[in-house]
């Protein structure tokens, strides 16, 4: 057996499978990480962010930051927030007709009468906490990860309670987010306008586990009317409590579940006030473990594009195998994105180092995809790339995409820095970042601040026009799809307007999409400064050094081709 890095003082420690382990986390030094915003090519991403203090999760949304389900703060506040204002998980047993409060994870006086051990473990793909409560003989543990390859983007959760003790355990169990933000609520409103905002806020449940939060219409001050289809959601183990307050009563800090405690039987709350008020998400259950009996219980929570959508999706997506299905999935995808750089070393800390490094570039640089046809015909096309939004670069205004082949913004230095090796990795890029990067170059040397992704024009509709009667059944959906490609597109955006449509396919849409983007030209989108960035702005004069480590690393790998790149090429602006 291989041995394993560990600072016994510290309690940090990397196991053999790659899991960074941290024990007694709510008790170490403070720090902040997210999930990588990745869900497969055809899945819609969620952002989302982590620290070492009660049940971890700080915020999380999808887009940006004015699509947050939990409200985004920098590191200093996730810090002191999110024991509170996080996910929370309620125990309420009885033994010998006393009733023993007990929440995992929180650390906080009311378990300071309880001998308890807790760990986290930080992979690449998931996240996961657990705590023994020996006083009580109970184990807790508590898995996240993003939910792959859905039209919805969310974040999936299951939690694990263990009876370790001798004797039966009878348990209420309360469990979810105390507060969640309804969509349509901008990241300004929460800052600035929040008690405002929540006159527009509402909350619905849906079916008999789900709950559906969303505004009417937007709040900002517009003339026109915007209405909003969107919405948020939880959808749990049970049908969710949507106030807070019959949960907490007057603690309007969420410090403890005053309600829940209060009742010798706390019972699902007859009457909620579900409008203009800030919503929540908990599930409810009451059940019986035997010695080294346990249970499970399953939640989401995300973002989709209807109400109408959920209501047809939960039948599949609140069973246990779902759950299980996506936990895979995400799994798989991560590390087939990290096998391009698997390192078989003396060091078993060096070889996950660099598949870590990997795909912390592939998040800043992206990962391409190459879309070709027949006559050789290529574009390539870069996922995943965000820019870097961590809780310590609060400044950051970072945006994911919120489609398939999802793509985002970021820094021109970001993406050229970790761009450099990918002729190495995926020569099949050949000289495609070479024309994008010196063409955002001026001929003075600066170049802009921010890369904002690619979108596609059509290059002639009318020679398209029969592509398009080839591989979809109806002429009129045919139709319909290129008066979509008259306006700039993106390949995600295609493939979610035929999906949405529910357009009939001849042929493969893989094969289609090919044959568009071949037939498609591009368009970089770049700015010069960051709105509400009071960091820095402008033009940068020194990052075109790094568009000479891309032009090295391409003659590196095609040295036959530096006469026809320096004097043939015509695709450079000067």
């Given at each position: 057996?291989?041995?394993?890095?560990?600072?016994?003082?510290?309690?940090?420690?990397?196991?053999?499978?790659?899991?960074?382990?941290?024990?007694?986390?709510?008790?170490?030094?403070?720090?902040?990480?997210?999930?990588?915003?990745?869900?497969?090519?055809?899945?819609v991403p969620i952002w989302a962010f982590y620290v070492n203090r009660g049940q971890c999760i700080s915020s999380f949304g999808t887009k940006d930051k004015d699509h947050a389900l939990l409200e985004f703060f920098p590191a200093n506040k996730a810090w002191q927030l999110t024991p509170n204002l996080g996910f929370r998980s309620f125990l309420k047993i009885t033994d010998k007709n006393k009733h023993i409060f007990y929440e995992p994870?929180?650390?906080?006086?009311?378990?300071?009468?309880?001998?308890?051990?807790?760990?986290?473990?930080?992979?690449?793909?998931?996240?996961?906490?657990?705590?023994?409560?020996?006083?009580?003989?109970?184990?807790?543990?508590?898995?996240?990860?993003?939910?792959?390859?859905?039209?919805?983007?969310?974040?999936?959760?299951?939690?694990?309670?263990?009876?370790?003790?001798?004797?039966?355990?009878?348990?209420?169990?309360?469990?979810?987010?105390?507060?969640?933000?309804?969509?349509?609520?901008?990241?300004?409103?929460?800052?600035?306008?929040?008690?405002?905002?929540?006159?527009?806020?509402?909350?619905?449940?849906?079916?008999?586990?789900?709950?559906?939060?969303?505004?009417?219409?937007?709040?900002?001050?517009?003339?026109?009317?915007?209405?909003?289809?969107?919405?948020?959601?939880?959808?749990?183990?049970?049908?969710?409590?949507?106030?807070?307050?019959?949960?907490?009563?007057?603690?309007?800090?969420?410090?403890?579940?005053?309600?829940?405690?209060?009742?010798?039987?706390?019972?699902?709350?007859?009457?909620?006030?579900?409008?203009?008020?800030?919503?929540?998400?908990?599930?409810?259950?009451?059940?019986?473990?035997?010695?080294?009996?346990?249970?499970?219980?399953?939640?989401?929570?995300?973002?989709?594009?209807?109400?109408?959508?959920?209501?047809?999706?939960?039948?599949?997506?609140?069973?246990?195998?779902?759950?299980?299905?996506?936990?895979?999935?995400?799994?798989?995808?991560?590390?087939?994105?990290?096998?391009?750089?698997?390192?078989?070393?003396?060091?078993?800390?060096?070889?996950?180092?660099?598949?870590?490094?990997?795909?912390?570039?592939?998040?800043?640089?992206?990962?391409?995809?190459?879309?070709?046809?027949?006559?050789?015909?290529?574009?390539?096309?870069?996922?995943?790339?965000?820019?870097?939004?961590?809780?310590?670069?609060?400044?950051?205004?970072?945006?994911?995409?919120?489609?398939?082949?999802?793509?985002?913004?970021?820094?021109?230095?970001?993406?050229?820095?970790?761009?450099?090796?990918?002729?190495?990795?995926?020569?099949?890029?050949?000289?495609?970042?070479?024309?994008?990067?010196?063409?955002?170059?001026?001929?003075?040397?600066?170049?802009?601040?921010?890369?904002?992704?690619?979108?596609?024009?059509?290059?002639?509709?009318?020679?398209?026009?029969?592509?398009?009667?080839?591989?979809?059944?109806?002429?009129?959906?045919?139709?319909?799809?290129?008066?979509?490609?008259?306006?700039?597109?993106?390949?995600?955006?295609?493939?979610?307007?035929?999906?949405?449509?529910?357009?009939?396919?001849?042929?493969?849409?893989?094969?289609?999409?090919?044959?568009?983007?071949?037939?498609?030209?591009?368009?970089?989108?770049?700015?010069?400064?960051?709105?509400?960035?009071?960091?820095?702005?402008?033009?940068?004069?020194?990052?075109?050094?790094?568009?000479?480590?891309?032009?090295?690393?391409?003659?590196?790998?095609?040295?036959?081709?530096?006469?026809?790149?320096?004097?043939?090429?015509?695709?450079?602006?000067?």
């Amino acid at each position: 057996m291989k041995k394993q890095f560990k600072d016994r003082e510290s309690g940090f420690y990397l196991k053999n499978n790659g899991t960074f382990v941290i024990e007694d986390y709510n008790l170490t030094k403070p720090f902040a990480n997210f999930f990588p915003g990745i869900a497969g090519e055809y899945g819609v991403p969620i952002w989302a962010f982590y620290v070492n203090r009660g049940q971890c999760i700080s915020s999380f949304g999808t887009k940006d930051k004015d699509h947050a389900l939990l409200e985004f703060f920098p590191a200093n506040k996730a810090w002191q927030l999110t024991p509170n204002l996080g996910f929370r998980s309620f125990l309420k047993i009885t033994d010998k007709n006393k009733h023993i409060f007990y929440e995992p994870f929180h650390n906080g006086y009311a378990s300071s009468c309880f001998q308890l051990k807790n760990m986290m473990l930080i992979t690449s793909f998931d996240l996961t906490i657990k705590e023994e409560n020996r006083s009580l003989g109970l184990e807790t543990e508590i898995n996240y990860f993003p939910i792959p390859n859905e039209r919805f983007a969310a974040l999936g959760r299951i939690v694990r309670i263990k009876n370790r003790s001798r004797r039966q355990k009878v348990i209420q169990f309360l469990d979810g987010l105390p507060a969640i933000i309804p969509m349509g609520i901008g990241n300004r409103f929460l800052k600035d306008l929040n008690r405002t905002a929540e006159a527009w806020m509402k909350a619905q449940t849906v079916g008999d586990c789900a709950a559906f939060y969303k505004l009417d219409v937007d709040p900002s001050d517009r003339p026109q009317v915007i209405h909003i289809k969107e919405g948020n959601f939880c959808m749990s183990f049970t049908r969710p409590i949507i106030d807070a307050s019959s949960i907490f009563g007057p603690r309007l800090n969420f410090d403890y579940p005053y309600n829940f405690i209060k009742n010798k039987k706390f019972v699902f709350p007859r009457n909620q006030v579900c409008e203009s008020k800030t919503p929540c998400g908990m599930g409810l259950a009451e059940f019986s473990l035997r010695p080294d009996e346990e249970r499970s219980f399953c939640s989401l929570f995300g973002s989709i594009a209807s109400q109408n959508l959920l209501n047809q999706r939960l039948p599949e997506i609140k069973k246990a195998e779902f759950f299980m299905l996506k936990k895979a999935e995400n799994k798989e995808i991560i590390l087939k994105l990290e096998e391009d750089i698997d390192t078989k070393s003396s060091s078993c800390e060096f070889n996950y180092y660099c598949r870590q490094t990997y795909l912390d570039n592939i998040i800043r640089g992206g990962y391409p995809v190459i879309f070709d046809s027949v006559n050789d015909k290529k574009q390539v096309f870069y996922l995943y790339l965000r820019k870097h939004g961590d809780l310590e670069r609060d400044y950051n205004k970072f945006y994911i995409q919120p489609t398939y082949f999802s793509q985002g913004n970021g820094n021109f230095r970001d993406i050229v820095q970790n761009r450099r090796s990918d002729v190495w990795f995926n020569p099949e890029v050949e000289e495609s970042n070479l024309i994008t990067f010196f063409n955002l170059i001026q001929t003075d040397g600066y170049n802009p601040l921010i890369v904002k992704g690619l979108r596609f024009h059509l290059k002639n509709r009318g020679n398209f026009e029969k592509t398009c009667l080839e591989y979809f059944k109806e002429e009129d959906d045919a139709k319909k799809l290129l008066d979509f490609l008259d306006k700039p597109f993106t390949p995600g955006g295609v493939v979610y307007f035929i999906e949405k449509n529910n357009f009939t396919m001849k042929k493969s849409s893989k094969d289609f999409l090919n044959i568009l983007m071949v037939n498609s030209l591009k368009e970089e989108d770049a700015e010069h400064a960051q709105e509400n960035h009071h960091m820095h702005g402008g033009y940068w004069s020194d990052h075109w050094t790094y568009c000479l480590d891309l032009l090295e690393a391409y003659l590196e790998i095609y040295p036959e081709k530096i006469k026809d790149l320096l004097f043939n090429k015509r695709e450079f602006k000067f």
